[in-house]
């Protein structure tokens, strides 16, 4: 994966707005920076995805435990993804 790969990644999640980047010299802020201008392939971004996945604390939880729940209260994550 190219530098910025997560950075990347972060830039093109729905719920994020904005990323701060921060640098200790010239070399970590090129890699930051080269987080943009391309895009991570959508396996990349799976997984990705995959790896940053974990259990939402309640109330939250029942979107992933219960079916019935997500059913009928769908979470926002799942509609806010665009379509590839």
């Given at each position: 994966m190219r530098g910025g790969g997560v950075t990347n990644w972060l830039l093109r999640r729905p719920t994020v707005?904005?990323?701060i980047i921060g640098a200790r010299d010239e070399n970590q802020l090129r890699q930051n920076l080269g987080a943009i201008?391309?895009?991570l392939s959508d396996e990349h971004m799976a997984r990705l995805d995959a790896a940053s996945r974990t259990t939402a604390p309640y109330p939250y939880f029942p979107y992933r435990?219960?079916?019935?729940?997500?059913r009928l209260n769908p979470p926002m994550e799942d509609t806010a993804r665009p379509a590839a």
């Open positions: 707005a904005s990323v201008g391309w895009m435990r219960q079916e019935g729940f997500a």
